[in-house]
T-cell receptor, first 114, second 116 residues
């Protein structure tokens, strides 16, 4: 079956630094990747949608300059949290789809900003 | 805009018994897709079952089945013979159409605990 690899699974960083999270589709070409944020015991909140080779589309209220998304190839999308602050601490999940037929989720990244 | 409502925040069931998780949604679309996802303590999202709105037959996957009532916009999940491994958060989700950029709209989720 389709597999999406997300790394790192957890990361601790200092306030003011940047963190990059990678999302790779291992056995299929992901035409679209989605990035979500999830707080404990809450639902997934869509942050942005990215297509290979084009700029990401951000949801309302999500800071584009804070959460940089790059979808450089059909198998790789990255989310960079720039100048991270404690309020950015959260669980980030990516998902990938090939032409909208089935969604596969990464295993998530727990980000802690200290 | 589509909305997905899961009004029960938590449920508990005895092992081997049956439990039903409720979900309602609102949309003006006639063709769409509905999903149930499971998120165990590992937090990996796992697809449980999928239903196409144009199909009248309710989807079934082993111990998991749905009751899809299109007119009532209801999409409940029945778990039969509950197992300890079913303990997880369950999310109902809606997708307007298949294709590039199709987004999933999630409900708030329900925490299911299976008691030994």
């Amino acid at each position: 079956g389709a597999v999406v690899s997300q790394h790192p699974s957890w990361v601790i960083c200092k306030s003011g630094t940047s963190v990059k999270i990678e999302c790779r589709s291992l056995d299929f070409q992901a035409t679209t990747m989605f990035w979500y944020r999830q707080f404990p015991k809450q639902s997934l909140m869509l942050m942005a949608t990215s297509n290979e080779g084009s700029k990401a589309t951000y949801e309302q209220g999500v800071e584009k300059d804070k959460f940089l998304i790059n979808h450089a190839s059909l198998t790789l999308s990255t989310l960079t949290v720039t100048s991270a602050h404690p309020e950015d601490s959260s669980f980030y999940i990516c998902s990938a789809t090939s032409r909208g037929y089935g969604y596969t989720f990464g295993s998530g990244t727990r980000l802690t900003v200290v | 805009a589509q909305t997905v409502t899961q009004s029960q925040p938590e449920m508990s069931v005895q092992e081997a018994e049956t439990v039903t998780l409720s979900c309602t949604y609102d949309t003006s679309e006639s063709n769409y897709y509905l999903f149930w996802y499971k998120q165990p303590p590992s937090r990996q999202m796992i697809l449980v079952i999928r239903q196409e709105a144009y199909k009248q037959q309710n989807a079934t996957e082993n111990r998991f089945s749905v009751n899809f009532q299109k007119a009532a916009k209801s999409f409940s999940l029945k778990i039969s013979d509950s197992q300890l491994g079913d303990t997880a958060m369950y999310f109902c989700a809606f997708m307007k159409h298949a294709g590039a950029n199709s987004k999933l709209t999630f409900g708030k989720g329900i925490t299911l605990s299976v008691r030994p």
